[in-house]
Structures are given as structure tokens and as C-alpha cells.
């Protein structure tokens, strides 16, 4: 009888990571269909390079900003209760954006998406590491990882296809079924959890702060072009960023129940995967971005054919975040991560010699890097984070670490579109595009010294590698998680 229940319980537990990688889905399919609609939404709703980083940033600023909050309620109320609430949102809001005739409309419904993503993804995360033991969570994580390397795959081709033969606004509705399976198996195999420990109560103060500074620094880089970057406004808006994020600091250190408990930085391993975390997301989407542009209107590609264009990344995602997953439980997150981020820092510098005629040709390469170096570094780096807290606080730190993975993608579109500017001219726009693939380079390849600096050597779990009998190359060590201290 108790062998019996242990395979019912095992057989759950992989549902519901299924239902989790439903969630994952639906998110990172929505962001790579988005990109490669960009050019025919700016054609449509006759919008500016500002308006379509507006379309990007909507969402990903509102993501950011919530998800630490989305993740405390997840904890205070039950993850699978605020994961549902939030398929749902995202649902209803993507049936809304199907619809929008304008850039306002589309911008508010984005937002509205990021609001749901907010809520449903910390629960994603912290579900997978309660239900999953530390020495089996590298394999899941590797497997959820692996999924939303699927969404990005399936998403350019399926979006090119959608925008070329339906319309930009058609992009939003394929959320749906995919919405529904997500609710369905999440009310089937997930057990409700939460964290007891915690005082149910919402930092309401560091929200605001938090998201008045995110806001004004976003706001300023987007719009630097336009107002000039020594000009009233954008000045004004840098100063209030500044007073804000400090006030938000101050906060989170007087509250009873911050939004970011500063003192899980105090483990080196958590403090070098959120700065990591930050880092590969400024890169990866700006990238994106900005190629997407510079395929459809410099290259003169169709959507569908700037889609198709992307797979050799996203397919090089699919094949290799299982394999780190995996070789994260074997070797540690520290080596894959450091050589994750010095492929996206080739990736990077290769492509900021593009032109005006370069073909794929020369963009592949480029490509092929930076999902090879994005695969390395995603699971590698959620493994290590998750494993760096006590288990009862996963709903936060991972809200903690999706926070810093969006507030960087945010950025990286934010500043590399400042680099672009008010470019009247093909030649113009590929030079300035050039010179921020060449900073973004540089950002990444610092970024594989931070991970060589502060994240741990050991394991994913904490545990020293032990020398594995002789003969048995694959034999498991056994992981628990560990805090250690930046003082060490």
C-alpha cells in the first residue's frame, strides 16, 4: 500500500511540474511572438521605436516591480491559489490586448499581463522546490527551463506565420488554450502550499517605492531620444529614481515583512545568481529586440521569416538547458554559469559588427552563442539561488531572483534603445545598434567574473563534491541547502 502511494505521490509531483511548465509556456511564448509583431504594431498603430519599447517595458516593468509581491502572496495565501489567479489574469488580459485598436490600448492591456505573470511565475518556482527533493530539483528545473526554450522556439514561427497571414492582434488569443490546460492540471495534481512562518502581511510602502523608481529610470531612458538627455523632464525623472529606489532601500530595512529580505544576500551564492540573473536578462532582450527591428526593416525580412531566423538560438536552448540541469547536480552551478556568459559575450561583441547588408549569415553564429551560453546559464543559476535559502522561503526568493531577471530585460531594451535614439537613417540605426551590442558584451562578460567570484564551487545544494567511488563517474552526492556568508 505505502509502495503504491509513494508512485501516486511521484506521479503528482511530475504533474505538477507539468502544470508549471503550462505557466512557463504561455509567459515566454507571449515575449517571442511580441517581438517579432513589433515591426507590423508600429506600421499599424503608427507608433515611435519609444512607443514599441512602451509595448516591451509595459510589461516587463510591471513584472519586475510585482513579482516579489507576487511571490509573498503566494506564501501568505497559498501558491497554488495566487499561481491560478494569475493564469487567469494573464488570460483575460491577453483576450483584451486580441482586441486593442490602439498603442494605449495595447500598452495598458501589456501591463495588465505582467500583473498576472507576476503572480503566476514565483509560484512556479517555489512549487517546483517544495515538491521536488534538492538532489532531484537540477533534473526539474533543467525540464522547466527546457520548456520555455520550447515556447521560444515554437514562438517567432508560429507568431511570423499568425502576423503575415491573420494579424498582430492574433498573436494574443493562442494564450488561451494553453491557459486552460495550465488551470486544468494545476487543479488536478498540485497540493496546496504555503509558508506558515510568515506574517500575512504585504509591504505595501516598498511597492510604491520600488515602482515609482523603476518607473522614472525606465521612463527616462525610453524617452532621452525624444526630450534630449540633459533636458528638464529627463533629468527630473533620473532624480526621482534616485530618491525613490533609496527611500525604497530605507524601507525594506524598517518594515517587519520586506518586499526583498536583504539578508538572503548575505549567502554569496543567492547575491552572485540575482546579479547574474539581471545581467543575462539585459542582455538576452535587448538583443532580441533590437534584431527583430533590424531583420524586418533593415534586412527587409517578413515576420515569418525573421522568426524562422531566431530558431538556431532557440533551438540551441532546447537541446542544452536539460543537459545543464543535469550537470548542475553533477558539478555545480559556478562552471556552466561563467561559461554561459562568456558565449553571450561573444555572441554580443560578434554581432555588434553587423551592417547594413550583413546576412543571416553572419548574424548566425551569433546566435547559435547565445542560446548555447543562455541554455548554460538559466537553469544553472535558478538551481543555485533556490538552494541558497532555507526551503520555506522559496516563494520569495524566487520572486527576488525573477525581479532582478525582469527589471534587467527591462533595462536592456530601455538603454540599448537609448544608444538608438531618434536614428533617421538605416546607416545611423545599425551603427548605434552596434554600439549597444558591444556594451551589452561587455556587461555579460563581466558578468562571468561576478559568477566565478561569489557563486559557490559546490553543488546546487550546497554539499561538497565528494570523490565518487571508483568506476561510478555518475554516482549521486548528497545535497542540502546551505547559507553561505559574503564574509566567508
Known amino acids: 500500500m505505502r509502495a503504491r502511494l509513494a508512485v501516486t505521490d511521484d506521479n503528482r509531483r511530475w504533474w505538477t511540474l507539468a502544470a508549471m511548465c503550462f505557466a512557463l509556456f504561455m509567459v515566454m511564448l507571449d515575449n517571442t511572438v511580441v517581438n517579432v509583431a513589433l515591426p507590423s504594431i508600429q506600421d499599424d498603430l503608427h507608433t515611435s521605436i519609444a512607443g514599441l519599447q512602451w509595448t516591451v517595458n509595459a510589461y516587463t516593468l510591471a513584472f519586475g516591480v510585482l513579482l516579489v509581491t507576487g511571490g509573498r502572496l503566494g506564501d501568505i495565501f497559498g501558491r497554488r491559489r495566487i499561481f491560478l489567479t494569475g493564469v487567469v489574469i494573464f488570460a483575460a488580459s491577453s483576450l483584451f490586448i486580441g482586441f486593442s485598436q ?15 505573470a507576476a503572480l503566476m511565475m514565483p509560484a ?12 532531484e530539483r537540477g533534473r526539474a528545473i533543467g525540464t522547466w527551463a527546457g520548456v520555455s526554450a520550447l515556447a521560444l522556439a515554437i514562438g517567432p514561427v508560429l507568431g511570423g506565420v499568425l502576423v503575415e497571414h491573420v ?15 495550465a488551470i486544468a492540471v494545476t487543479l488536478f495534481a ?3 502550499s504555503r509558508d506558515e512562518t510568515v ?23 525610453v524617452e532621452a531620444g525624444d526630450w534630449g538627455w540633459t533636458s ?5 525623472l533620473f532624480a526621482l529614481a534616485a530618491v525613490a529606489l533609496s527611500v525604497f532601500a530605507v524601507v525594506e530595512r524598517r518594515v517587519r515583512v520586506p518586499m526583498v529580505d536583504f539578508s538572503f544576500f548575505a549567502s554569496r551564492t543567492f547575491l552572485g545568481a540575482n546579479i547574474v540573473a539581471f545581467i543575462v536578462s539585459f542582455a538576452m532582450l535587448g538583443m532580441f529586440f533590437f534584431l527583430t527591428l533590424y531583420m524586418q526593416n533593415i534586412l527587409r525580412y517578413s515576420p515569418l521569416e525573421a522568426g524562422i531566423r531566431f530558431l538556431p538560438s532557440t533551438l540551441m536552448v532546447i537541446l542544452v538547458a536539460p543537459i545543464a540541469g543535469r550537470q548542475t547536480d553533477r558539478v555545480g552551478p559556478r562552471p556552466l554559469i561563467v561559461a554561459g556568459l562568456s558565449l553571450v559575450a561573444i555572441s554580443l561583441v560578434w554581432q555588434s559588427f553587423l551592417t547594413p547588408t550583413s546576412g543571416f549569415g553572419f548574424l548566425l553564429p551569433g546566435f547559435v552563442l547565445m542560446g548555447i551560453g543562455i541554455a548554460l546559464t538559466m537553469s ?51 551603427d548605434s545598434l552596434g554600439e549597444g551590442l558591444l556594451i551589452g558584451g561587455f556587461v555579460a562578460a563581466a558578468g562571468a567574473v561576478v559568477a566565478w567570484r561569489l557563486i559557490s564551487p559546490e553543488l546546487a545544494g550546497g554539499a561538497p563534491r565528494p570523490a565518487p567511488p571508483a568506476g561510478d563517474i555518475n554516482a549521486p552526492s548528497p545535497v542540502e541547502p546551505a547559507r553561505e556568508s559574503v564574509g566567508a
Open 232 to 236: 528638464a523632464r529627463v533629468l527630473g
Open 380 to 430: 544553472p543559476m535558478s538551481t543555485a539561488a533556490m538552494n541558497a535559502v532555507d526551503q520555506s522561503k522559496a516563494g520569495v526568493a524566487s520572486g527576488i531572483l525573477s525581479m532582478n531577471r525582469m527589471v534587467g530585460g527591462t533595462l536592456g531594451v530601455a538603454v540599448l534603445g537609448a544608444f538608438i535614439g531618434q536614428t533617421t537613417s538605416r546607416a545611423d540605426f545599425v
Open 124 to 135: 512556479t518556482l517555489s512549487i517546483i522546490t517544495n515538491v521536488f527533493p534538492p538532489q
Open 199 to 221: 506574517l500575512p502581511t504585504v509591504d505595501y510602502a516598498g511597492v510604491a517605492a520600488f515602482t515609482i523608481g523603476m518607473t522614472g529610470l525606465t521612463l527616462a531612458l
Open 190 to 192: 498540485t497540493h496546496e
Open 167 to 181: 494579424s498582430w492582434q492574433s498573436i494574443f488569443f493562442i494564450n488561451l488554450p494553453v491557459a486552460v490546460g
Open 102 to 116: 490602439t498603442s494605449a490600448w495595447l500598452i495598458a492591456g501589456r501591463a495588465a499581463q505582467g500583473v498576472g
